[in-house]
C-alpha cells in the first residue's frame, strides 16, 4: 500500500473545445426561438398572410440589395484592375451584401438587423470595429504591420518597379540554376 497522491497514467489530448462552439448551438437555437415567437406575434396581431407578404418583401429587398452591392463591389474591382493598383477594402459592399442576406432569410428579427445594416452610419461604424478588430489580431498574430508581409512577398525589379511573379533564376559559373540544372536538362515551357 502507497501513500500519498498517485499521478496519472494517461494524459486527455484532445483539444479543449472553443467557447464559440459551445455558444453558437445556443446562440443559433435562441435566435430560431425569437423568429418563431416574433412570427407568431405578428400572425396573431396582423394575420398570416400579412406575414408572408411581409417575408416575400423582405426576400425580395434582400436579393436587390445583394445584386446592387455585388455589381458595386465588382465595379469596383474592375476599376482597380485598370487603374492597377490594389482594390480598396471600403465601400461597405460586404456589409450591404450581409445585409440583403439577413433580409432574405425568413424572419423579422433578421429583417429588422439587415434593414439596420443598410444605414451609412451603422455600416461605418461596424466597418471601422471590424477594421480594428481585424488589425489588432494581424499584430498579435504576425510581428511587423500588413503592409511589410505585402511588401516582402513581392519581388523587385533593379528599377524599383514591383512585377508580380517574376522570376530569377541565378546561373552558376558551369551554367546550370541554383538547383543544378543546366540548360541542356531543362524542358521546353508547355504551350500549345
Known amino acids: 500500500m502507497t501513500t500519498g497522491a498517485q499521478t496519472p497514467t494517461h494524459f486527455d489530448t484532445r483539444p479543449r473545445r472553443s467557447r ?3 455558444v453558437l448551438p445556443l446562440g443559433l437555437a435562441g435566435w430560431l426561438a425569437l423568429e418563431i415567437w416574433l412570427l407568431t406575434v405578428v400572425a396573431g396581431a396582423a394575420g398570416g398572410f400579412t406575414v408572408f407578404l411581409s417575408l416575400l418583401a423582405g426576400f425580395l429587398l434582400g436579393s436587390v440589395v445583394i445584386k446592387r452591392a455585388g455589381r458595386r463591389a465588382f465595379q469596383n474591382l474592375n476599376e482597380a484592375l485598370q487603374r492597377g493598383t490594389p482594390p480598396s477594402s471600403g465601400g461597405g459592399s460586404g456589409l450591404m451584401m450581409l445585409g440583403g442576406l439577413l433580409l432574405m432569410i425568413p424572419g423579422l428579427a433578421s429583417d429588422a438587423l439587415g434593414l ?8 461605418k461604424a461596424v466597418g471601422r470595429y471590424a477594421q480594428r478588430k481585424v488589425d489588432s489580431r494581424l499584430r498579435a498574430a504576425t510581428p511587423g504591420t500588413v503592409g511589410e508581409a505585402f511588401q516582402q512577398a513581392r519581388m523587385h525589379r533593379p528599377d524599383g518597379k514591383v512585377v508580380r511573379g ?4 541565378r546561373e552558376d559559373e558551369r551554367g546550370g540554376d541554383e538547383r543544378g540544372e543546366t540548360p541542356q536538362d531543362r524542358r521546353p515551357p508547355l504551350t500549345p
Do not use: G, Y
Open 20 to 22: 464559440l462552439r459551445t
Open 166 to 169: 517574376e522570376v530569377i533564376i
Open 116 to 123: 439596420l445594416l443598410l444605414l451609412p452610419p451603422v455600416q
